[in-house]
């Protein structure tokens, strides 16, 4: 993705995989407040391991880092909290001529157990300088690189420090400021953190913070996985065919399965390896990809590491993989989005409980993130919604509304075309005797509409997968804890979205606040909202 900001003079390149948040410059105001900003852009993007959100805009020359790497490491020395450390700070020139600075900085959270990194890059050309700030945390599986990160250095063999016991305790220069040795105050940087190691925990927040990094001094796109995968194939079986000879017993033997795993380890945290992008996979929405967004890791051999670390060190760079094939579109007697004309799995019934025969229609769409299923028929008008009585809804469901349900959102009104709709969304979760949740939160719609005389009922039940139940409000919540540039302010409150005084059920929550959709599109609530904005519009 090429970006180019408001009477700008400097194009920028993203990784793929970033998406704009339309409200991003009025979420500014309450996520980030160390500087004044102008032409504000916001970006997310979501991997297997971290969550990233990322605003690009312009700054005075005041507001600007120093350009100068020592005296911007002496500021950041000066400034960090205890709960914080400096992993990186460079300078240089981008392939366009323009100069950059940038630094990462890490936060640990103890009491969530969570790491996060922040990126501040500024890149000047004459009197304008572009700000880029990045925060990537942490989701899902958190330590997983430090914990993996320990073993490879305890298997490298380094040396170890001893207690007044003679007992062997931590790996010498475990955590270490990159710059000065000296410097001990702080979360210091530990030796997992190396670049070395990114391309082994591609999805981890340092990996992506990084990538982004290469995607601004480089200026150059990524090669695709497969492309990768195959220069790799090749150059190994090279590799392979020189380094084999004949053993005394007839065998062929590799100089390579003579490596000292030991030093194989050790290549990894070397401080010469540099790494130039990680392993991102393209977010696919085909029905395909169900299941597959979480990340297994194979069993990691000696001679795999060696490779890895070699092909960091070579300058090979992040790997792409290409969607999958086009969706096989449902036809609708209205207009959605093209991403949930998905097929269903089963074919429809020819009946349903309650309203008996009638021309059903089933689509859907199925991301990493979530599972959206919608079914629609032709109703009467006694059938329907009542299409203009917005109170009337709300009251209806005050009335019938049960312990496990809660209302987001009711309402009636003209589409564009002059159509009449009404719509619903509820939420739905059920609990066992101890309280304890039965399955994923369930998004309920219900949407009727008037298309060309018929009111068509639509019923959609949007789940999110499970490796990323959760993950909106626990992102949240890390950037109300903040990073050293985003600290999120938001007032917290659990309520019916149209009387305070009703208590009954599960009640919307901020985390549920429709402002925050531009930072988790994928999340089940999100897809439920952009559904019904793109029928109303668009029909």
């Known amino acids: 993705m090429q970006i180019k900001l408001n009477n700008s003079n400097i194009v920028l390149l993203l990784p793929r995989g970033y998406g704009q948040v339309d409200n ?22 979501i991997a297997a391991r971290s969550y990233g959100n990322t605003v690009i805009s312009h700054i005075s020359r005041e507001e600007a880092m120093p350009f100068d790497k ?6 950041i020395h000066a400034n960090l909290s205890d709960n914080q450390g400096l992993i990186e700070v460079e300078t240089g020139k981008n392939p366009r001529g323009f100069e950059y600075v940038y630094s990462i900085i890490k936060t640990y959270h103890q009491d969530w157990l969570n790491v996060n990194y922040c990126l501040r890059m500024n890149i000047k050309n004459g009197n ?22 320990w073993n490879f250095a305890m298997n490298a063999g380094f040396e170890r420090d001893q207690n007044n016991k003679g007992e062997l305790t931590q790996i010498k220069g475990w955590a270490e400021d990159p710059y000065d040795p000296n410097f001990t105050r702080g979360c210091l940087m530990i030796m997992p953190e190396r670049p070395g190691l990114d391309g082994l925990f591609p999805y981890d927040p340092l990996s992506q913070a990084r990538e982004l990094v290469l995607a601004l001094t480089e200026d150059s796109y990524y090669k695709t996985r497969d492309e990768i995968e195959a220069e790799s194939k090749k150059d190994t079986s090279k590799k392979d065919k020189k380094a084999a000879k004949q053993s005394p017993d007839g065998s062929e033997e590799r100089e390579e399965d003579k490596e000292d795993p030991k030093e194989v380890y050790k290549m990894l945290f070397s401080k010469d390896v540099s790494r130039n992008g990680a392993y991102k996979v393209e977010i696919a929405d085909g029905p395909e990809n169900k299941g597959k967004f979480g990340i297994k890791l194979p069993d990691i051999k000696a001679i795999d590491l060696s490779k890895t670390a070699t ?26 989005p093209d991403d949930f004309r998905c097929k269903l799995n089963k074919p429809m019934p020819k009946e349903l409980p309650g309203w008996g025969k009638r021309q059903y229609i089933g689509f859907g769409k199925h991301s990493f993130a979530t599972s959206a299923l919608i079914m629609s028929w032709p109703v009467t008008e006694t059938e329907s919604l009542p299409l203009g009585d917005e109170q009337g809804i709300i009251n209806q469901f005050h009335q019938e509304g ?12 003209l589409t ?16 066992d005797e101890e309280g304890n949740p039965q399955g994923p939160m369930d998004y309920e719609l219900n949407l009727n509409i008037r298309v060309n005389g018929k009111i068509h009922f639509m019923n959609g039940s949007f789940q999110p997968e499970e490796d990323l139940e959760g993950i909106r409000g626990s992102a949240l919540g890390i950037m109300e804890r903040g990073s050293s540039e985003l600290l999120l302010n938001a007032e ?10 009703y208590k009954k059920g599960l009640l919307m929550t901020w985390e549920e606040d429709e402002k925050f959709d531009g930072l988790f599109p994928y999340h089940p609530l999100s897809e439920m909202r952009r559904f019904v904005k793109y029928v109303i519009e668009n029909n």
């Open 492 to 501: 917290h409150w659990a309520r019916d979205p149209y009387d305070a005084s």
């Open 416 to 431: 564009p075309k002059g159509n009449r709709y009404a719509y619903t969304i509820r939420k739905m979760m059920f609990f």
């Open 128 to 149: 304008e300088i572009i700000d880029v700030t990045g925060s990537f945390f942490e989701i899902i599986m958190t330590g997983e690189r430090s914990a993996m990160g």
């Open 402 to 413: 049960n312990e496990n349900l809660g209302l987001i959102a009711a309402k009636c009104g």
């Open 24 to 45: 991003g410059e009025a979420l500014y105001g309450v996520m980030y407040h160390v500087r004044k900003a102008n032409d504000i852009q916001m970006f997310q993007n």
């Open 311 to 336: 092909m960091a060190k070579d300058g090979i760079k992040s790997a792409v993989s290409k969607t999958a094939s086009e969706l096989d579109k449902v036809k609708t007697p209205f207009e959605i």
């Open 70 to 75: 020592e005296a911007l490491i002496s500021q």
